[in-house]
Every structure is written in structure tokens, then in C-alpha cells.
């Protein structure tokens, strides 16, 4: 039997899950990765002994769900423990703050103690985020390979959540945010989500339906960091036949008939293949290498809007790191702490009200030793200088 072939661009996340699945379905794969390590942006890289660590905060689905059986199949569980935080980020202004923690008691009183007169409002949050999760709902299967059992399942597990279908359908967290009198506790809850460096515009409300679940307590940190998870990914796609290219940079699509049919290297190579996925730059392939041919109204105002958002955030990597809590961008100040453009609840600017997100929260930050740690993952974090590290080593294969 001939195989069928695909070639992939890049070996980020993204391109080496698709390597594994063309892969566990009798493709033939090939992934063309530029950089010298797989992973993109799920990476490490280390300076003096200490290893940066930018990103894999959270795996969602680490625990249990669909997304931990697809984990499972990409080879990311085995052998792999996991630090799972109570508390997702502090949010700060002045001497106003709300921690996001997953304590549903704890999470309402600071609410009701931050605005009693949106006490209603606030329940109605903590209902949502602390309540049934999307997350068991979902299905990793395609609808066209779906049986009726599998369509019986789902629909059973989209019941506790059918009423926040109805209640928050047409409703963003920053309308939801918006109706908030106090002006902390606004920019607080949007910031759930979206925030300046890293903003979800007009992120749905349904998804935050169990959000604290999904996205903290059964999300985890994966110990031994981002780099180990994507060397996991790449070792179980070559344990599966696949073939991983480094140092193989993609200069163009093969488009033959207004269909592509492989790609072109930077080096002069071609490489063809039934079928090409871009796992690379959206934007580079659509707009430069397609120049923008095959686009249509919904891609260019997806591109448009997110590009506008993205650029009139403040300091966007600063923020990053502050929140994130690993890196610190040379632009932020030696708190911590970024002014930055307020949003009101329609998604528009208003004031510059310095508002601080911290992630992990700041007590869970201090190590046995008294130093201060990035998070409590059982590693050995530091704070040094301008930037927040934990010291391990990272070995490309
Ligand atoms: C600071 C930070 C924190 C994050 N935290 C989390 C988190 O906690 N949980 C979570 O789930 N996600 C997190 N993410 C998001 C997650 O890391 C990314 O969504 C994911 O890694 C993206 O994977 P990708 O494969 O889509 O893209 P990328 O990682 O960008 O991979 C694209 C790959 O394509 C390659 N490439 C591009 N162009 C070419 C070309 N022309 N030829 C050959 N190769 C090419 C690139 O070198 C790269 O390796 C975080 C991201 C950041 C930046």
C-alpha cells in the first residue's frame, strides 16, 4: 500500500502533535523545523547556570479529560510529575488586591470585602468560574468519525453547562467585567484573562465556566519545565516513524492548481507531499508567502483586530514577564510594577491606572531558604537581579 504523505513546517507544540497523529494514521511525515531545537515557543534556554524557562505554566488537561488522554498519546505523561498551584495570579492596585485563588469561600469573601455593592455580581462569577467545567464536554474526535454513542456522550456532558450556554451565549468577559460599579474590581476580573501583553479580545464567557478547574486545579506545571515536554513530543514522533529535520528553514509553499503540494527550503531543496501544514507564523504564510491570496473577510479581520489589540498594549513582554513570573523585560521597573493603558468594559482605553498581575501569587513565591522563588514547583527558584530563573539543565538531545 502507497502511503500518503505529509510535510510539516515547524516543530513547535502545534507541528510535532500533528507529526504524531499523521503519524499514528499511517502517514508518511516529515516536520522541517529551522531552529536547531524542536518545541518553538515552548522552550528553555540557559545563561550562567541558570535555566529560562518561558513557558508550559500550565498543561491543560494534565489531570484528567480529554486533553490528558491526548498528552498521553504524544508521549508528555510518561515518567512526568506535575506542581499544581491553589492560587492562578494576585492582582494588584495600590493597596487594593484580589488573589485568583481556587478556594471558592476564600475567592468570595475577598470579593465581597473588595465591593459590597457587587456582591450579586460577584456570587454570579464565583458560580461561573468555580462551577461545572467545559472541559468534560469535549471531545478530541472529529465529527465526522463520531458514532452515535459518542454524540450520546457529549451531549450528556454538555448538560450542566447548557444553561450557561443560554445565560452567557453572546456575552465577552469584558462585558461581564463592565458591569462591575467598582473600578478595581472591572479591570481585576477582565484581567482573569485578558490582560496587557497578552490580551484575549473579546474572550467568550462561556469559557470561563469552570475556568478555576480547567485552567488551575487540574492544569498543572510540569516538572523538569517546557523544553523536557517538547523533546517528549519529538522523541514519541521519531519513535513513530516520523522524520524531524532540523536547521531546515521553509522559504515557500508549492502551490500547483490553487493546491499546495509541498514546500520549498531556504537552502534550494523541495520537499512535496500530499498534503502541507503550516505549523509556522500564521501571518508570514497567509500575508507574505500567499500574499495574501487565498484569505477571506473572516481571516483578515481575525488578523486585523488581533494585530491592533496586540500592538496598543504597554510593554507587552515586560507585563509577560511580571505576570508570568519568569522573566523580567529590562522595561519594568524594579517592583514590578507597569502602567499601563485601563480598559473599560467595552474593550476600550480609559485611564493608566497601575495595575500589577502576579503569577504565582507572592506568598507561594517564597522558598524554605527565604529567597524569593518564581513558583513552587519543588525546583530551585531565584530571584536575581532583573530576572527570575531556576537553576537546572536544559540538554538539547
Ligand atoms: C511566555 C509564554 C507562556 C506560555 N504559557 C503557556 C502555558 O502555561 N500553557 C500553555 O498551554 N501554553 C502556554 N504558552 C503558549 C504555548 O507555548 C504556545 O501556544 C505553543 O508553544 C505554540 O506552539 P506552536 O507550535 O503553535 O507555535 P510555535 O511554538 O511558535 O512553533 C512554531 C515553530 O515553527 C518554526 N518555524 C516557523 N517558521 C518556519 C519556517 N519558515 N521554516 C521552518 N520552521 C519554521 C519555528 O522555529 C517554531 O519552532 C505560553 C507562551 C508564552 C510565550
Not at 13 to 39: D, V
Not at 99 to 110: A, F, G, V, Y
Not at 276 to 293: K, P, Y
Amino acid at each position: 500500500m502507497n502511503e500518503k504523505s505529509i510535510v510539516i513546517v515547524g516543530a513547535g507544540m502545534a507541528g510535532l502533535s500533528a507529526g504524531c497523529y499523521a503519524r499514528m494514521n499511517g502517514y508518511k511525515a516529515t516536520i522541517l523545523e529551522m531552529h536547531s531545537i524542536p518545541g518553538g515557543l515552548c522552550t528553555a534556554w540557559t545563561r550562567k547556570g541558570y535555566t529560562f524557562d518561558i513557558s508550559m505554566h500550565m498543561l491543560t488537561g494534565s489531570k484528567s479529560g480529554p486533553l490528558h488522554d491526548m498528552w498521553r498519546e504524544l508521549g508528555v505523561m510518561e515518567n512526568r510529575q506535575f506542581h499544581y498551584h491553589s492560587e492562578m495570579c494576585t492582582i494588584e492596585s495600590g493597596s487594593r488586591r484580589l488573589s485568583l485563588c481556587t478556594d471558592r469561600k476564600r475567592l468570595e469573601e475577598q470579593l465581597l470585602v473588595l465591593s459590597p455593592a457587587d456582591a450579586e455580581l460577584s456570587r454570579e462569577f464565583v458560580r461561573l468560574v468555580c462551577g461545572p467545567n467545559m472541559m468534560g464536554a469535549m471531545s478530541l474526535k472529529p465529527a465526522e468519525l463520531a458514532t452515535p454513542s459518542d454524540f450520546l456522550r457529549m451531549s450528556l456532558a454538555i448538560l450542566p453547562v447548557l444553561g450557561t450556554f443560554r445565560r452567557y451565549g453572546k456575552q465577552t468577559i469584558q462585558e461581564f467585567a463592565g458591569r462591575f460599579q467598582d473600578s478595581f474590581l472591572r479591570e481585576a476580573i477582565r484581567m482573569t484573562i485578558d490582560g496587557p501583553g497578552w490580551p484575549m479580545v473579546r474572550f467568550p464567557m462561556v469559557a470561563m465556566a469552570g475556568f478555576f478547574k480547567s485552567s488551575i486545579s487540574e492544569s498543572g506545571v510540569p516538572r523538569g519545565g517546557s523544553q523536557q515536554v517538547a523533546y517528549a513530543v519529538a522523541e514519541r514522533f521519531k519513535k513513530l516513524g516520523g522524520d524531524l529535520r532540523l536547521r531546515a528553514r521553509v522559504a515557500d509553499v508549492l502551490v500547483e492548481n490553487n493546491r499546495a503540494v509541498g514546500v520549498k527550503l531556504a537552502d534550494g531543496g523541495e520537499v512535496r507531499a500530499d498534503e502541507v501544514i503550516w505549523a509556522g507564523d500564521g501571518h508570514r504564510l497567509i500575508f507574505d508567502i500567499l500574499g495574501g491570496r487565498y484569505v477571506d473577510d473572516k481571516i483578515r479581520r481575525m488578523y486585523d483586530e488581533w494585530t491592533r489589540s496586540d500592538r496598543s498594549s504597554t510593554s507587552a513582554s515586560a507585563w509577560r514577564g511580571t505576570c508570568q513570573g519568569n522573566l523580567r523585560a529590562s522595561a519594568s521597573s524594579s517592583t514590578g510594577r507597569l502602567p499601563w493603558p485601563a480598559r473599560n468594559g467595552s474593550g476600550s482605553r480609559s485611564s493608566t491606572t497601575p495595575l500589577t498581575r502576579r503569577w504565582p501569587p507572592r506568598a507561594s513565591r517564597r522558598s524554605k531558604s527565604g529567597t524569593r522563588a518564581a513558583t513552587n514547583t519543588g525546583g530551585n527558584w531565584r530571584r536575581t537581579g532583573r530576572a527570575t530563573t531556576r537553576k537546572r539543565n536544559v540538554s538539547p538531545n
